[in-house]
Structure formats: C-alpha cells, structure tokens
T-cell receptor
Framework: KQEVTQIPAALSVPEGENLVLNCSFTDSAIYNLQWFRQDPGKGLTSLLLIQSSQREQTSGRLNASLDKSSGRSTLYIAASQPGDSATYLCAVRPGGSTLGRLYFGRGTQLTVWP | GAVVSQHPSRVICKSGTSVKIECRSLDFQATTMFWYRQFPKQSLMLMATSNEGSKATYEQGVEKDKFLINHASLTLSTLTVTSAHPEDSSFYIC????????????FGSGTRLTVV
C-alpha cells in the first residue's frame, strides 16, 4: 500500500523567504504526482502535476521536482508572500491502477507573515 | 479548465436525518468521481469511488448503507449520508479526473457537514 509522508508538518516564515516542502512516497511505481493547496474550510486547488516521466514542473514562483526512483518530490516556493499561507498537500497516483485513486500526505501547514 | 462544483458548501442537520451532497463536473464528463472525507488537521481519506452507471466501490471500513453514492450521469455524482449522527460531522470533498490517465484531478470546494 502506498504511503505518503510530508515534512515539515508546519512551517512559519517571514515574507520573502524561499521555501522547500518535502514529500516522500513508499512505492515508486506511480503514474504521476500532484501538489495541491488547501485554504481553511475550502477544497483543493491543483498547483502542479508531474508525470512519472518528468523531473520537474514550474508555474510562476512554484517549482516541483520528482525523483521517482527515490520516492521523493519537493515543492519550491520562491519569494514567499502572506497570500501563500495555506496547507500544501502532496498526492500520488499509483501505477497499474485503473481506478485512479490518489494517496495523500497529511500536508504542510504554511504561514507566511509580513 | 476542468471545474467541479459541489453543493452545499455547508449544512447543519439533526441526528437521524439524511443529507445529500452533489458533485457536478461542469465542463467535462467524468466517468469516475471520488469521495473523500477530511477530519480537522488530517489528510483526505478516500471513502468510495463512484462509477457512472454502476455501483460505487467503497473503501474498507466505510459503511455503504450509511454513505449512499449515486452516479446517474457523466456529470453528476451524489453522496447521501443516511441517518446522520454527530460522529458523521466532517468535511466531505469530491473529485474527478478529466479523461485520460495523464490528467490531474480537480476537486470540489467541499461540504462542511455538522450533525447536531
């Protein structure tokens, strides 16, 4: 069974810092990995999707990398802003599954203060 | 892009009553939708996979008679919490994937259920 771990569980930083959020998964046989953002009491917003054949994806100040063989992904946030405060979730879609379910980590709760 | 609409966003109901939550894919057809439950400061727990035109597949430990799932069309799936109890109070979120394997998942905005 796939297990996803996210470190750290919480992070509090001043505005402007560059951040790295970590995600690890136990089974490297995946279709893809997706990073989400969740604001309190809200649904999930997709940030980046990395296919198993890719090494990284970028969107604005966000960059996600994937090392499938070692079961790791990182989300890099450049020049953090208070508006980045949210919980960031990492999810993997296992390979070989036609049902397509996702396995989630518990998330990293990020607070960026002015 | 792919949009999933979920309603209601909040609902308060009395113990013993039933509550229906709707999840619609607005601009794409979703053969499969997923229902998750999230407890405070916890991650998402998959409850069931909803397949259009067939019975849902429930995860181990999820009571199928309590959490009724119907996926009557390619754009609508519903979750009905029957005979709700306070311990059913939680945040419920649906998701769907547009088409092919390599697409990501889109999530609804979630429903906060409070049973009093």
């Amino acid at each position: 069974k796939q297990e996803v771990t996210q470190i750290p569980a919480a992070l509090s930083v001043p505005e402007g810092e560059n951040l790295v959020l970590n995600c690890s998964f136990t089974d490297s046989a995946i279709y893809n990995l997706q990073w989400f953002r969740q604001d309190p009491g809200k649904g999930l917003t997709s940030l980046l999707l990395i296919q198993s054949s890719q090494r990284e994806q970028t969107s604005g100040r966000l960059n996600a990398s994937l090392d499938k063989s070692s079961g790791r992904s990182t989300l890099y946030i450049a020049a953090s802003q208070p508006g980045d405060s949210a919980t960031y979730l990492c999810a993997v879609r296992p390979g070989g599954s036609t049902l397509g379910r996702l396995y989630f980590g518990r998330g990293t709760q990020l607070t960026v203060w002015p | 892009g792919a949009v999933v609409s979920q309603h209601p966003s909040r609902v308060i109901c009395k113990s013993g009553t039933s509550v229906k939550i709707e999840c619609r894919s607005l601009d794409f057809q979703a053969t499969t939708m997923f229902w998750y439950r999230q407890f405070p400061k916890q991650s998402l727990m998959l409850m069931a996979t909803s397949n259009e035109g067939s019975k849902a597949t429930y995860e181990q430990g999820v009571e199928k008679d309590k959490f009724l799932i119907n996926h009557a069309s390619l754009t609508l799936s519903t979750l009905t919490v029957t005979s709700a109890h306070p311990e059913d109070s939680s945040f419920y979120i649906c998701s769907a994937r547009r088409g092919q394997v390599n697409y990501g998942y889109t999530f609804g905005s979630g429903t906060r259920l409070t049973v009093v």
